[in-house]
C-alpha cells in the first residue's frame, strides 16, 4: 500500500528526515566498526536459497506445493507428488483413482520405488505399494511469460523394474523443457489380468493413462503448456507410450511421442496368452480356485513380497532353455493383454486391440511420431556359451530367432515393388542366417548381435515408422554413440536383455539403454547420484548436448512448426530417412536398406546400393539391386548429408 501523508505531516517528515539519516549512517558505521574488531571482517556465507513453491487453485480446491531448487543447477524440483491414491488393501488390483492437488504438499524428496526385486540383490524386494507419484523439473518458476513444453517419461525396465528417481533431468531442463518421469505399477501388481470385466489388467498403462492426465490438468500451474505434451518412453516404455497414443483415455492429452528402441510390433509385446499367464502365477499363489472376484480377494492376501518374489521365479522359467530367445526383447514374461471392448460398464480400455491392428488401421493418429534403435541393441543379451549349450550351433539360434519376429501380416502392406521377387530368390533369409563353422568368436558375435538388432528390434521399429507415415508425421533415428563409462545396466539392471556386460567384443558396441546416460544423469532406484557413471570425457559431455537437444527440439515441435525442417525429414519407405545420432547429427538415408529387405521389409532404396557384403553367393546382387532401385526413381540423390541442429531454444 502506498503511503499518503497529509501535508502538515510531510512537513514534519522533511524536517527530521536529515537527523534520521544521520543518525542511521552513524549506526552502520557503529556496527562495521564493532563487526571488524570482533570477528576480523570475515565475509558471512551466502544465505539458503528459498525453497520454490507454486500456489494451485483448480477445481474448487486450493494447494500449496513445496519444492527444492538446485544451489548448483538453479533447477526446480517438485518431487514425490501423487496423481492417484494409493493402490492398497481393497484398492489392489483395481483402476488408479486420480487424486487432485489439495492442502499443504511437501514435494521435496522422490517418492519409494514400486515394488520390485532390488537391483543388486533379486532375492531381496524393496518398494513400497504407495507409488504411484510423479515428480516435475522446470527450468523457471511459472509466471505470465512461460509455456513450456512437457515431457512425459514412462521409464523401461519390462514392467517390472526401475524408478521414476534415476532420471536427472538437467540435459532435457536446460533446453527449456519441463521434464516429468512417472511411476507406475510393476510386476503382477500392474499386469496381470486376463482382460475380463472383473479382472482386465493392464493397471499400470491406466497407471501412466491418469498420470498424463494429471499432467494435462495441473502443468499450466507449474509453468507448463498443457497443449505441448510429448510422451517418451524407452524400451517397454517405448511401447507403452505407443499404447497411450491409441487410446481413447489419453490420446486427447499427447502431442507427440518419442519411441526409444521400443515398439508394439516388437515380439512379446504383449500376452497373445493372458489366460494361461493368469492361471500360472494365481496357482503359484494357491488362489486358482473360483473366479475372477474370489482370485482378486486371494491375491489382495497375499505380502507384496511373496507377489515379487514369485514374478522373479515365473521370469527365470519362462525365460529358460530356447525361451532365452524372448529376453532379446527386452520383456521379462509380463506383458500387456488384450482387453474386452466393451466391459459393459462404460469403462474404456487401454488395449482393446492388437498392437498390429490398430497400427495398421492408423486413423486414430494424429500425432508425430520419433522412433529409434541404439545401433547394437541385443549386444549385452548374447552369450555365446549359453546358446551354444541350448541351441547346440549358432545358425540354429538364429533361426529359431526368425521364427518370432511375427511381422507376416505387416510386410506385405507396402504396394511397391517387392524386393526379394525382383532379385529372383538370390537373396535368401535362411542362407544369410547360416554361421560357418570357420568363423572365430568375433565373427559369430557380431553376426548374432547384427542379425538379432534387426530382427527384434530394427524391423518392427522401421515397419512401425511405415505404418505410422500414414497418417501422420514419423521419423526414425539411429544412436550410435558408445559412452567411456555409462551403459545399459546403469539404469536397467535386472533385465536380462542389458545382464551380459562384460566381453570385449562388446567395447564398441552400442547396446541397449546405452543412450540413457547419455540423456540424462545417472542416479540409483532412490534417486542418489551414481558418480562412476557420470561423464566426463569430452566426447561424452558433446554427445549428451547434441542428443538432449535433439530430443528437446522435437519436445518444442508442434504440428505448425514440423514442416520444412532440415533434420526432421518425415519417414518415407523411400528412402528410409533416418537421423544418425553421435558426437553430431548427420542425416543419412537407406537405413539398413539390405538387411530389412532380408527379413521381408519393403523399402526402396534412392541410389544404387550393394549388398555384396550380406554373404558369398551374392556376388551378382549389387548388379540386381542397381537396376532394381534404378526402377525406383530417375533422381539420384546422396546417401549421407550432414545437418545441424538449431540453437537453443
Known amino acids: ?73 538453479g533447477l526446480y524440483s517438485f518431487r514425490g507428488i501423487r496423481y492417484a491414491e494409493a493402490p492398497t488393501g481393497e484398492h489392489r488390483f483395481q483402476r488408479p483413482r486420480f487424486q487432485r492437488l489439495s492442502g499443504d504438499i511437501d514435494a521435496i524428496h522422490n517418492g519409494p520405488p514400486c515394488p ?15 507409488c504411484l507419484l510423479l515428480n516435475i523439473y522446470t527450468p523457471q518458476m511459472p509466471d505470465e511469460t512461460t509455456g513450456l513444453p512437457v515431457v512425459v517419461w514412462i521409464h523401461g525396465g519390462g514392467y517390472r523394474y526401475r524408478s521414476a528417481a534415476q532420471y536427472g533431468a538437467e540435459p532435457l531442463t536446460q533446453n527449456g523443457v519441463i521434464f516429468i518421469p512417472i511411476q507406475y505399477r510393476l ?42 505434451i510429448k510422451v517418451i518412453g524407452q524400451g517397454s516404455g517405448a511401447t507403452a507410450a505407443m499404447v497411450l497414443s491409441s487410446a481413447t483415455m489419453a490420446r486427447s492429452s499427447i502431442s507427440g511421442v518419442v519411441a526409444m528402441s521400443g515398439s508394439p510390433l516388437q515380439p512379446n509385446a504383449y500376452d497373445s496368452e493372458p ?27 497375499r505380502s507384496a513380497e511373496d507377489i515379487i518374489k ?41 488395449l482393446t486391440d ?72 538370390v537373396l535368401n533369409l535362411q542362407r544369410y542366417l547360416e554361421v560357418p563353422k570357420s568363423w572365430n568368436v568375433t565373427q559369430i558375435f557380431s553376426k548374432l548381435v547384427e542379425a538379432t538388432t534387426d530382427a527384434v528390434f530394427n524391423l518392427p521399429a522401421v515397419v512401425t515408422a511405415q505404418l505410422w507415415s500414414d497418417s501422420s508425421k514419423a521419423y526414425f533415428y539411429s544412436f550410435e554413440h558408445r559412452s567411456d563409462n555409462t551403459k545399459g545396466s546403469d539404469f536397467l539392471t535386472g533385465l536380462p536383455l542389458v545382464s551380459k556386460v562384460s566381453s570385449e567384443k562388446q567395447k564398441e558396441t552400442v547396446a541397449h539403454g546405452d543412450e540413457l546416460g547419455i540423456l540424462f544423469d545417472t542416479h540409483d532406484i532412490f534417486g542418489n547420484p551414481v558418480e562412476r557413471a557420470s561423464l566426463k570425457s569430452k566426447r561424452d559431455l558433446n554427445a549428451r548436448q547434441t542428443f538432449a537437444t535433439f530430443i528437446a527440439k522435437f519436445a518444442h515441435m508442434n504440428a505448425s512448426n514440423l514442416r520444412d525442417d532440415s533434420l526432421f ?67 539420384q540423390r546422396p546417401a549421407s548429408t550432414s545437418s545441424k541442429l538449431l540453437g537453443v531454444f
Not at 520390485?116 to 513400497?128: A, D, L, S
Request: include cysteine.
Open 310 to 350: 514369485t514374478d522373479s521365479e515365473l521370469q527365470v522359467s519362462r525365460l529358460s532353455g530356447q525361451n532365452v530367445v524372448k529376453s532379446l526383447s527386452g520383456h521379462v514374461g509380463v506383458a500387456p493383454s488384450v482387453e474386452q471392448k466393451d466391459d459393459g460398464r462404460g469403462l474404456l480400455g487401454m
Open 187 to 228: 510386476g503382477s501388481f500392474g499386469i496381470i489380468g486376463d482382460g475380463s470385466r472383473d479382472f482386465s489388467g493392464n493397471l499400470a498403462l491406466l497407471d501412466m493413462a491418469t498420470a498424463v492426465r494429471w499432467v494435462k490438468d495441473y502443468i499450466s500451474w507449474f509453468g507448463g503448456d498443457p497443449n505441448q
Open 354 to 425: 492388437k498392437p498390429e491392428i490398430f497400427i495398421k488401421k492408423g486413423n486414430v493418429f494424429s500425432i508425430p511420431l520419433l522412433i529409434g534403435v541404439t545401433k547394437d541393441e541385443t549386444a549385452n543379451g548374447i552369450d555365446i556359451k549359453e546358446i551354444e549349450s541350448v541351441f547346440s550351433t549358432a545358425t540354429d539360434f538364429l533361426q529359431s530367432t526368425s521364427k518370432i519376429v511375427g511381422l507376416d501380416n505387416f510386410l506385405n502392406l507396402n504396394k511397391s515393388v517387392d524386393l526379394l521377387d525382383s532379385l529372383g530368390g
Open 569 to 635: 525429414k518425415p519417414f518415407s519407405s523411400k528412402g528410409t530417412p533416418y537421423i544418425r545420432i553421435g558426437e553430431q547429427i548427420t542425416s543419412a538415408n537407406d537405413f539398413r536398406f539390405c538387411q530389412l529387405s532380408l527379413w521381408g521389409a519393403k523399402l526402396e532404396a534412392l541410389k544404387s546400393v550393394s549388398c555384396k557384403f550380406l554373404g558369398d553367393g551374392l556376388g551378382n546382387l549389387n548388379r540386381v539391386v542397381s537396376g532394381f532401385t534404378g526402377l525406383l526413381s530417375g533422381v
Open 275 to 301: 489366460t494361461t499367464s493368469l492361471d500360472e502365477i494365481v496357482s503359484k499363489h494357491n488362489c486358482s480356485a473360483g473366479n475372477e472376484t474370489e482370485i482378486v480377494k486371494c491375491m489382495r492376501g
Open 116 to 130: 520390485q526385486p532390488e537391483p543388486n540383490n533379486p532375492h531381496r524386494v524393496i518398494g513400497n505399494e504407495d
Open 1 to 73: 500500500m502506498r503511503l499518503q501523508l497529509h501535508d502538515k505531516h510531510r512537513k514534519k517528515f522533511i524536517m527530521f528526515r536529515k537527523p534520521i539519516l544521520l543518525f542511521g549512517l552513524i549506526c552502520i558505521l557503529s556496527i562495521a566498526n564493532r563487526c571488524e574488531a570482533i570477528v576480523g571482517g570475515i565475509q558471512a556465507s551466502s544465505p539458503p536459497i528459498d525453497d520454490p513453491v507454486v500456489f494451485v487453485r483448480y477445481v474448487g480446491r486450493s494447494a500449496r506445493v513445496e519444492g527444492t531448487r538446485s544451489r548448483q543447477t
